[in-house]
């Protein structure tokens, strides 16, 4: 990964209508929000493990986002490819049969794939004890470096199912409100550490 290079992050879901989608909008409009400088150093982007390809985002989605400013109407689902896996720098998952089926498209492909909020808490420890890294490559190596020893170790702080963004679709509006409160602190945590 050169230094001029930006991060191509993937977040993937089961059909990308509400998680994956608004995942990939809290990430964007934070480093717009938080490093608008780094604009041009990170992209986003969301696709589903079993999508129907241009379906649109949940209406409660769409709402959710809405109440935060960020605009995700335009959003169509996607199925996840192993071209997009390919092209990516990180795949972030929201469960892990999610992360198990990426990995099983993918085949030996070389593109970190972690839950969603086991990264976060890598990003919380790599933010604890924070040197300043030049680059977002670089924030990328530490943070994987660092989520690998939790893996190898054990030392994750939750049972696997804690680890997992709960899927809101046909739930009450109230659900959706609470699974972007869940995604925020990973996603501007993983973000900080790269940005």
């Not at 989608?21 to 780094?38: K, S």
């Not at 998952?93 to 808490?121: D, H, I, N």
């Not at 919380?124 to 994987?144: H, I, T, V």
Request: proline content about 5%; overall charge neutral.
């Amino acid at each position: 990964m050169g230094a001029s290079r930006h991060l191509r992050i993937l977040f993937v879901c089961t059909g990308n209508m509400c998680r994956s989608p608004m995942a990939e909008g809290l990430a964007r409009v934070f480093i717009d929000r938080e490093y608008p400088e780094m604009r041009g150093r990170f992209s986003f982007s969301s696709a589903g493990i079993a999508a129907v390809d241009g379906n649109g985002a949940t209406p409660e989605a769409v709402k959710v986002m809405m109440e935060k400013g960020i605009d995700i109407g335009g959003h169509r689902a996607r199925s996840v490819t192993r071209g997009m896996v390919a092209a990516s720098d990180l795949v972030l998952t929201m469960e892990e049969m999610q992360r198990l089926e990426v990995a099983s498209l993918a085949g030996r492909g070389e593109t970190p794939m972690y839950l969603f909020l086991k990264l976060g808490e890598a990003a919380r420890k790599a933010l604890a004890a924070r040197d300043s890294w030049q680059d977002p490559a670089d924030g990328l190596s530490e943070l994987l470096r660092i989520a690998e020893r939790e893996e190898r170790t054990g030392l994750t702080m939750k049972r696997r199912p804690r680890y997992e963004v709960p899927d809101p679709v046909g739930m009450p509006i109230e659900e959706y409100r609470r699974v972007v409160a869940v995604m925020e602190g990973p996603i501007e945590e993983i973000l900080r550490v790269l940005a």
